[in-house]
């Protein structure tokens, strides 16, 4: 049977993409299209999606603004619904919290967390700002840096603080606003970039940019907190070139764990062992281009898409769901400066 699944790609706009663009999968042939032009927009490094009103919230910037954009894509074409700018810099990473209608953003080099109601309609009101304050050790460190907010299994917020070398756990009011709970400190210079939660076990596993490695948490529900549980490295012992480890996802079973390599420009597989808590490496494979900033699993998690930002090329695998391990099956697909991989 012949499946077409929908792709949309976020990325930056400095080089040769003038935007979000949109492809499909086809399941049989095991094919990715050629991208094509969706939304002209500046700066959509990330983008989430409302797959119940269809609606695509994208970063955007504009000359010395940026902040975040809602799109309407029920009808032919795209509508901007509107967009919500501030001096400076874009943020990084947007999730979007379906319970509540909230988008969540973490702006990198400003050191912040906003958070957005989103109306029926699509439009976006900025309700509540977090600022962090710190630093670590490292050059890359040299103030506070989120660079990740998503929700924890029981519907906390969750912030990774690069710059900081820590986690941060917020309550979220009905409003929007949120209140904070507890921090995690990871060791010096690991650089937290972004974190995923096993989907039955409360276990969590943070990616270490800096550090290039996955430190392996238990999630204590009652206290919003994290303790630390065992460290893997991402990359080869002998390895000392430039990496900055990038995009971690889990396998919707809890029993595979998948981390990319910006540098080694690969991706790390993982077995995860029975109780969640226990990684054990099995498989690095080449992404076939420069510095994959990003790759999703498709709905059916036979398939793996990865982008390499620097050399605009994504890379399609297949899935063994019982081994875990991942095929070459496509490369040299058109991804202009492609950072961000989400499957509709």
């Known amino acids: 049977m012949i499946v077409q699944e929908k792709i949309y790609l976020g990325g930056y706009t400095k080089r040769v993409s003038q935007g979000i663009y949109e492809t499909t999968l086809d399941t049989d042939k095991e094919e990715v299209a050629k991208p094509q032009l969706l939304i002209k927009n500046q700066g959509g490094t990330y983008i989430a999606w409302d797959g119940e009103r269809e609606h695509l919230f994208v970063i955007t910037s504009d000359g010395e603004q940026g902040g975040v954009a809602s799109y309407d894509l029920n009808g032919d074409t795209p509508v901007l619904v509107n967009s919500v700018l501030a001096p400076g810099s874009s943020p990084a990473h947007v999730f979007f919290d379906h319970g509540r209608s909230l ?120 206290h919003g907190s994290f303790t630390p549980l065992e460290e893997k490295s991402l990359i080869p012992d002998d390895w000392t070139a430039f990496n900055g480890s990038a995009a971690i996802r889990i396998s919707k079973d809890g029993r595979f764990l998948y981390a990319s390599n910006r540098g080694h420009n690969s991706i790390a597989v993982f077995n995860i062992g029975s109780d969640g808590r226990h990684l054990h490496l099995i498989q690095r494979i080449s992404t076939e281009g420069k510095i994959p900033r990003d790759f999703n699993l498709d709905p059916t998690e036979r398939f793996a898409l990865a982008v390499n930002q620097d050399s605009d090329n994504g890379t399609l695998f297949r899935r063994d769901p019982e081994s875990g391990f991942l095929t070459l099956v496509q490369k040299d697909i058109d991804t202009p400066e492609s950072t961000c991989v989400l499957f509709i």
């Open 103 to 222: 988008l969540y953003a973490a702006n990198y080099h400003k050191g912040q967390i906003l958070v957005y109601s989103v109306a029926a309609d699509g439009q976006l009101a900025l309700v509540d700002t977090v600022q962090h304050e710190g630093h670590g050790p490292k050059p890359e460190q040299e103030a506070a840096h989120v660079h990740q907010t998503i929700l924890t299994p029981d519907n906390r917020l969750v912030a990774c603080d690069l710059g900081m070398d820590e986690i941060d756990t917020y309550n979220v009011g009905d409003t929007g606003h949120l209140t904070h709970v507890s921090t995690f400190q990871t060791s010096a210079g690991f650089g937290p970039r972004h974190i995923v939660f096993h989907p039955t076990a409360p276990i969590a596993y943070l990616l270490g940019e800096l550090g290039s490695a996955v430190l392996v948490l238990a999630y204590d529900a009652v």
